[in-house]
């Protein structure tokens, strides 16, 4: 625990230093990426430690804080959330230290570096506070300090909207969070979580759905989504990797914490969180295919994400609901191995579509094309991290959702409502999986191969070693992960008991290592069947050089880079399919003469929930605001007044 | 004996896949009046291509140079896992199924980047049908597949294909019946066949799978080829297990059989080539609803028993 302290304050050093160096910039930035890297290799021992041996670890000191005590609790399940944060915003400084580098004196970078800082040391807060009152201080501070982030370019305008939607879905989720709190701590001894008290019946529900309200609108899973894809990319790179990476876990934290609290479940839950899951990986890779910009299509494709570990969660509760505890421990282990997985491949996606905007200095698919010849590396990264985003062997995507078909294939041979939940649960990942196959080669299609569409992709050029090295170790991480996927499976149940009961975490470990050690086996004996082939064809090609040539043009005669396949034409036809739901605007040209001349085409993809449903809600709540507008008039003395009778009001009720 | 029969399973499949389209051809052929090309034709094609230098676009990069070479891993690979006349192969475990249809996504994967890296606008068009249908075409397959889970109560391919007996033919025939003709719509759109692509046209725009392969020469359109009859295998070999639930004990007889029931699957994907024509692209999604449609019923038609 000492160690986990000390990571605590070189990340409070780490926001602090930078604050006072603000007027050298770069020597602001160089203590905050020190700082972030030491304080991620001081805290991953413990962690790990924590991690492996399965033995929690807590640390109390008093504190003058009304309700609350300085607790905190490191058990399996937290450590499991802790590594990812770790290695990620480690790696996610260095990187963002060649990132922001051009960004000096015409950028506050000193601020930036505080924020980022403080961002990690809320996190790490928000995964092993054990009082509810140090969480939600951790949980603000984490809101307070991304919001800086996601307005780090706010002289643009649609970085200011994404501020203030994110704004606004942070505080109506600390809002429910507090109704959970208060619900949870109401005639508890004190708000530690460990004092709480289990509510039954209609105060369980109550709890379970304002936790899921609450917690939901951080992890931004369909309805609660709207300010995911608005912000993530608002903000620079290397956040956005921290962001979707492992911030919005933090929503799936709360939930996985409450459901671990509120045992036994009654089977809707279960039905409400598949129901949940299933809309948001299906629409998450729907939407994340018409998206015109790189780093949209990845905050759609973290939307797919968090629909599949919730997707994962509810089969889970529906199988333990009905007593098929086996396989919900399949489907426990698969949603928590995903969170891991997903943070190492989403961070790598995000730092890939970083050097892009670093490179090019433009995310528009439309404008990329042929950056795999100007930056070959960080093409091979983000294809790598495609891959894996796909769920593909041998990369480490393919083994968490593998544990959740498991557990829907066993589901299938369950009596009732568990088959049910098991055939949707397959279905949804399959579906998804196509899905969002196409998204993701669409996107490292049209941006890194090819031709480059403008001058800019022409001129662009590659990142610097700060930039790629974490790249190259995500991928590493990504593979290595991917292929000793049976060694995870010690941990993960170490984390499965500490978050939903010993049994499950248990039962996981049995039932998911055999298959386990069969997946690890393949995916090795696939990466030897893929370097014979390729000794192969070198051994055919016998040192005869290949000749080169243009493409392939059907005779045409003078082929342009603007001929390519784009982005939008390369989603048309799924897109056109969806077009009910994903009501994409769009401008055909009409061809009325028999030589048409000039003709112009453009599509544009809709936010659909939030010009449908968030924008005419908020409409309605301001025109009710209106109405009593009478009590908001800015006479101080009347504000004063109010506060008074307020007061006194609360001492008469206390007598 | 009982160690060398994967070997000899394994290296029947291998060698005797790129017979599959040269029985194709031949019925369609027959059909048409011709005589046709000759059985053996695609092992000709592999020999000269596989000696001949290839010719690369100055456009690509090792994307396209890695796209035949993952493709046709990830298919011999996906082969380990198959069974061969309802008796395992090399791999069998839980959820193997789920780990051979990644296997051909990432096949897939592969060669859509690979069409995508040569900036050809006929490439791209490839590539997006091919994604579009795969769409469609996956979750069918995987709906069939777990109808199979549900029907024999084994959660592996060796496990689901041994367990079929003539005994589960008379109890749930319809289902079985469903998930074979939802698995040969399958097979037609995931290998490219008639009514959902024509491996024949000569015209690009209307190609799906032969248009994301037209810069590819040499030894990378072999390892093309000789994929795609490993795919072809894959899913002939899928469908004829299920209509083959016979094992008379002797591994030669049923080994026998099989090969037989193969060549008609060969010839019956000939057949539905030369009696219908090429879907619109538009209505091919319709096509693959239906398999999905077929496999849905057969479930619930499971479910309910």
């Known amino acids: 625990m000492p160690l986990f302290l000390l990571s605590f304050l070189l990340l409070l050093c780490g926001a602090a230093l930078p604050l006072l160096l603000w007027r050298r910039p770069l020597a602001a930035q160089r203590s905050a990426v020190c700082c972030a890297v030491a304080a991620s290799a001081v805290g991953l021992v413990p962690v790990l430690r924590v991690l492996f041996t399965g033995v929690p670890a807590s640390f109390s000191f008093p504190w003058s804080v009304p309700l609350a005590s300085f607790s905190l609790l490191l058990d399996p399940l937290s450590a499991l959330f802790a590594v990812p944060l770790l290695l990620l915003t480690g790696l996610a400084a260095v990187y963002g230290a060649g990132y922001l580098a051009a960004c000096a004196g015409k950028k506050p970078l000193a601020l930036a570096w505080a924020a980022f800082n403080l961002l ?457 399919f969806f077009q009910p739901l994903l009501r994409k605007l769009g401008q055909y040209p009409v061809i009325s003469e028999y030589f048409p001349a000039k003709a112009s085409f453009s599509t544009e993809a809709q936010a659909v929930f939030y010009n449908s449903v968030y924008t005419p809600a908020a409409v309605r709540l301001r025109d009710l605001a209106y109405r009593f507008s009478w009590l908001q008039h800015g006479r101080l003395q009347l504000y004063i007044m109010y506060i008074v009778v307020t007061l006194i009001g609360l001492l008469l009720w206390k007598l | 004996m009982e160690i060398v029969k994967p070997f000899c399973q394994y290296l029947a499949a291998m060698t005797l896949a790129p017979l599959l389209p040269g029985i194709v051809n031949r019925v369609k052929a027959f059909f048409a009046g011709r005589r046709g090309q000759p059985v053996l034709q695609l092992y000709f094609d592999l020999y000269k291509l596989l000696n001949k230098t290839p010719v690369y676009s100055r456009t690509a990069t090792w994307v396209f140079r890695a796209g035949p070479v993952a493709g046709v891993s990830a298919l011999v690979m996906a082969l380990l896992l198959l069974p061969f006349a309802g008796r395992p192969s090399f791999l069998s475990f839980e959820g193997d199924f789920i780990f051979l249809i990644y296997l051909l996504g990432l096949a897939r994967f592969a060669t859509v980047l690979a069409a995508l890296d040569t900036g050809s606008a006929f490439e791209g068009m490839g590539a997006s049908r091919e994604m579009q249908f795969a769409v469609f075409a996956e979750p069918a397959f995987f709906l069939g597949l777990a109808a199979l889970v549900r029907v024999s109560g084994q959660t592996s391919l060796a496990g689901i294909f041994g367990a079929l007996t003539p005994e589960t033919w008379r109890q749930a025939a319809p289902v079985l019946a469903l998930l074979t003709a939802s698995f040969f719509i399958v097979l037609l759109a995931e290998n490219s066949r008639v009514p959902a692509d024509d491996p024949n046209t000569h015209l690009e725009l209307t190609m799906i799978h032969e248009v994301m392969v037209l810069d590819h020469s040499g030894p990378d359109l072999a390892y093309i080829l000789y994929g795609a009859a490993l795919k072809l295998w894959l899913f002939a070999a899928l469908i004829a297990c299920m209509v083959l639930p016979r094992h008379s004990g002797s591994w030669a007889a049923d080994a026998g059989l099989f090969l037989l029931v193969m060549a008609g699957v060969a010839a019956a994907v000939g057949i539905v080539e030369s009696v219908m024509a090429r879907l619109r692209l538009t209505k091919v999604p319709y096509m693959l609803i239906t398999a999905f449609a077929f496999s849905a019923l057969a479930l619930i038609f499971q479910m309910g028993r």
């Open chain 1, 120 to 576: 990690t040391a809320s996190m790490l807060l928000v995964f092993s506070a054990a009082n509810a009152v140090l969480f939600l201080l951790g949980w603000e501070l984490m809101a307070a300090a991304s919001f800086l982030l996601v307005l780090f370019e706010h002289e643009r305008e649609q970085a200011r909207k994404a501020g203030f939607i994110y704004l606004a879905a942070g505080g109506t989720g600390a809002l429910l969070l507090l109704g959970l709190f208060l619900l949870l701590g109401a005639g508890a001894p004190s708000m530690d979580f460990s004092d709480f008290r289990v509510p039954s019946g209609g105060a369980a529900t109550a709890a379970f759905l304002l936790a899921l309200g609450g917690f939901g609108l951080k992890a931004g899973f369909i309805p609660l989504h709207v300010w995911l894809p608005e912000a993530h990319p608002a903000a620079p790179s290397h956040v956005s990797a921290v962001m979707s990476g492992i911030m919005i876990k933090t929503g799936l934290y709360g939930i996985i914490r409450v459901l671990g609290l509120l045992k036994p479940w009654p089977e809707w839950w279960g039905w409400l969180l598949l129901g949940l899951g299933l809309v948001s990986c299906l629409g998450g890779a729907l939407f994340a295919l018409a998206q015109h910009e790189l780093k949209r299509v990845l905050a759609y494709s973290s939307i797919e994400n968090v629909g599949i570990i919730l997707l994962a969660l509810g089969l889970g509760v529906v199988a333990a609901a009905c007593g098929a505890h086996q396989l919900a421990s399949l489907a426990f282990a698969g949603a928590l191995l995903h969170v891991f997985n997903h943070a190492l491949f989403k961070g790598l996606l995000f730092m890939g579509a970083g050097a892009v905007l670093h490179g090019t200095g433009t995310g528009e698919l439309e404008a990329l094309g042929g950056l795999s010849k100007r930056m070959p590396a960080a093409a091979a990264f983000f294809m790598a991290g495609s891959a894996a985003a796909c769920a593909l062997p041998p990369l480490n995507g393919f083994a968490g959702e593998f544990l959740v078909y498991l557990g829907a294939l066993r589901a299938l041979n369950s009596p009732g409502s568990v088959a049910l939940a098991g055939v949707l649960a397959g279905l949804a990942l399959a579906a998804a999986g196509a899905v969002a196959a196409a998204a993701f080669t669409r996107a490292a299609g049209t941006a890194f191969l090819g031709e480059p569409r403008t001058e800019r992709a022409a001129g662009a050029h590659a990142p610097g070693p700060l930039m790629a090295v974490p790249m190259f170790l995500l991928a590493l991480l990504c593979l290595l992960s991917g292929l000793a996927a049976p060694l995870l499976l010690g941990p993960l149940s170490a984390a499965v008991s500490a978050g939903f009961g010993g049994y499950y975490g248990f039962a996981a470990g049995l039932e998911a290592m055999g298959p386990f050690l069969y997946i690890s086996a393949a995916a090795l004996c696939l990466l030897g069947l893929i370097a014979l082939a390729a000794a192969k064809r070198r051994a055919f090609l016998g040192g005869r050089q290949p000749a080169s040539g243009v493409t392939w043009d059907c005779g045409y005669a003078a082929p342009t880079a603007r001929m390519q396949y784009g982005a939008s034409s390369f989603a048309q036809p799924l897109t056109d």
